[in-house]
């Protein structure tokens, strides 16, 4: 069974940092293009980047290019994302998510909530 | 970037009645669209994907048809486990662009 944990969500000042783990068992991690989506409070998905298998190819939405890092351990069957100069519009659960051959996304985590505010 | 006009953003239904969702693309995307359920408090699940291709158990009261700009999303008889909000996702380019989703509620 694929399954997706994130961690490390929680409160943070803006112009914070704060780094997101998704722990993926139940397949092939290193097969696989992975990304990370997020749903600000009462809005609707955006997605915010994709990474693939061996880390050597990013994409990110222009809104958080610059200010947050994607990156993978394949030994560790771990995704992050690495998110500085957090500002308030950045407050929202992040979804860890496989993609898929095609490039849609088949599997998600449960979400991880990151809020920034004073 | 490829915007996703999705619509109608809520609709209320009845359990057995015929529902249609429409999402548009303001470029071609061949068929490289997938649509997603939501329930409050859960992740996305996926219902379709490649347009029209079944996710492996997902109710075969759910359809999806198009290609290019225009795609739609139906839900043959409504159950109430279907009541749910519905996004669809354009992968053919980055940055991947979801529609604004739609809420389907008990009339």
């Known amino acids: 069974e694929v399954r997706l944990v994130e961690s490390g969500g929680g409160l943070v000042q803006p112009g914070g940092s704060l780094r997101l783990s998704c722990a993926a068992s139940g397949f092939t991690f290193s097969s696989f293009w992975m990304g990370w989506v997020r749903q600000a409070p009462g809005k609707g998905l955006e997605w915010v980047a994709n990474i693939n298998q061996d880390g050597s190819e990013k994409y990110y939405v222009d809104s958080v290019r610059g200010r947050f890092t994607i990156s993978r351990d394949n030994a560790k069957n771990s995704l992050y994302l690495q998110m500085n100069s957090l500002r308030v519009e950045d407050t929202a659960v992040y979804y860890c998510?496989?993609?898929?051959?095609?490039?849609?996304?088949?599997?998600w985590g449960q979400g991880t909530l990151v809020t920034v505010s004073s | 970037d490829i915007q996703m006009t999705q619509s109608p953003s809520s609709l209320s239904a009845s359990v057995g009645d015929r529902v249609t969702i429409t999402c548009r693309a303001s470029?071609?995307?061949?068929?490289?669209l997938g649509w997603y359920q939501q329930k409050p408090g859960k992740a996305p699940k996926r219902l379709i994907y490649a347009a029209s291709s079944l996710q492996s158990g997902v109710p075969s009261r759910f359809s999806g048809s198009g290609s290019g700009t225009e795609f739609t999303l139906t839900i043959s008889s409504l159950q109430p486990e279907d009541f749910a909000t519905y996004y669809c996702l354009q992968y053919n380019s980055y940055p991947r662009t979801f529609g604004q989703g739609t809420k389907v509620e008990i009339k």
């Open positions: 998510a496989r993609v898929t051959q095609l490039g849609n996304f088949d599997h």
């Open positions: 470029q071609g995307i061949r068929n490289d």
